[in-house]
Structures are given as C-alpha cells and as structure tokens.
C-alpha cells in the first residue's frame, strides 16, 4: 500500500519560491531512491532531482542551483526546495520512489520508478 502525496504547489511569480512536499506512507525513505520529476504540457517527462537511500543527490542542469531536494526519514517525507523560479519551471512535478541498491539511483530512467503521486500544479508567471 505505498503511497505518496505530494503538496505545495501553486502559483508564484519569476523569481519566487515553492516548496513542495511529498509525503509517502507503505516504504521508508531510509532505503528508498526518491525523485522529483515535472510534465508541462506537449513535452516529455523530465527529471528534476533525485536522492538516494545515502542521502546523495543530483539535479537537473536546468535546476542545479536553485532547487534543493531533501528528506526526513523520521517523516517518510521528501522536499523540493524551488528558488528563482522561471516561467519555464511551469509544470505538473511527481513524486516517485523506487527500491534500488545504494549507488543505483542516479542513473535509474524514470520508468524505473514503481511508484508515482498524483501531482502538485507549479505555476510560475512572467
């Protein structure tokens, strides 16, 4: 019964912050690879940043410096920090997890991934 639902999105304006959460319930984040990845409409599904079971991470180039993904395995909850927003950040952003080895996350494709949230709606306004 994994779970994972994601909050925090919405709309901002260029140059704003959202921070979305994604609590999972049914896994523990302590062994589990987490990723974010977003949809805009008409385009493919990207990845956006991904932490490992360490707590390793990796990002995007389109994010790097100003996302951050964290974690709280106490919580089962993972974080997407998102500054400095571009209207090009506009998107539908997934939660997913995936049991995988240390090591193995950050090369992981996105259908690689087993379970997916719903979806929170980011908005970013020129």
């Known amino acids: 019964q994994v779970q994972l639902v994601e909050s925090g999105g919405g709309s901002v304006q260029a140059g704003g912050s959202l921070r979305l959460s994604c609590a999972a319930s049914?896994?523990?984040?302590?062994?589990?690879?987490m990723g974010w990845f977003r949809q805009a409409p008409g385009k493919e599904r990207e990845g956006v940043a991904r932490i490992d079971s360490d707590g390793s991470t990796s990002y995007a180039d389109s994010v790097k410096g100003r996302f951050t993904i964290t974690k709280d395995n106490a919580e089962n909850t993972l974080y997407l920090q998102m500054n400095s927003l571009k209207p090009e950040d506009t998107a539908m952003y997934f939660c997913?997890?995936?049991?995988?080895?240390?090591?193995?996350?950050?090369?992981?494709?996105?259908?690689?991934?087993?379970?997916w949230g719903q979806g929170t709606q980011v908005t970013v306004s020129s």
């Open positions: 997913a997890a995936e049991f995988t080895w240390p090591g193995n996350c950050h090369r992981k494709r996105s259908s690689g991934f087993d379970h």
């Open positions: 049914g896994l523990s984040t302590r062994n589990y690879c």
